[in-house]
């Protein structure tokens, strides 16, 4: 392990800048997919919905979320996981306001179903961020090989 620089995980430069963005992305990414249930009963309560409409949104948020992985799997091989995960977040920006200038169960409904794929974002994290573990000497110096 002599001569290797050691890890900074307070960097901001290099594979540390990377690894950074990586997680803040899939963080934002879980957040934006996840973002009804601790709001629930607000939410609820101003669009006056009833249980099963609040039902049929949990389920909506997950209904679009598996074939979304898939296609998301296919462009992250083909174009790169930071080009697909950069888009997948400007794009699924759109139905996160869409869902937060909801007037009605309709409005919010349509923007949980299209919400459900900022899901498939965890297909691109999980690549990510575990690159900057198998790669280069940050591995070996986490895990002390």
Not at 28 to 45: C, E, K, R, Y
Not at 73 to 82: A, E, Q, S
Request: aromatic letters at 16%; one cysteine or more.
């Amino acid at each position: 392990m002599s001569g290797q620089a050691g890890i900074n995980l307070f960097s901001f430069k290099g594979k540390m800048k990377v690894l950074h963005l990586s997680w803040m992305a899939f963080f934002i990414t879980f957040m934006v997919w996840f973002n009804f249930a601790p709001l629930l009963s607000v939410i609820g309560d101003s669009l006056g919905l009833t249980k099963s409409e609040i039902k049929t949104l949990m389920l909506l948020n997950v209904a679009l979320t598996i074939p979304a992985r898939i296609v998301i799997g296919m462009l992250t091989d083909r174009y790169g996981p930071r080009l697909v995960y950069a888009l997948l977040l400007a794009v699924c920006s759109v139905p996160c306001f869409m869902f937060a200038f909801a007037n009605s169960f309709e409005q919010a409904a349509i923007s949980r179903f299209l919400l459900g794929f900022i899901g498939a974002g965890f297909v691109i994290g999980i690549r990510m961020v575990p690159w900057h573990y198998s790669h280069g000497n940050f591995h070996h110096q986490v895990f002390n090989y």
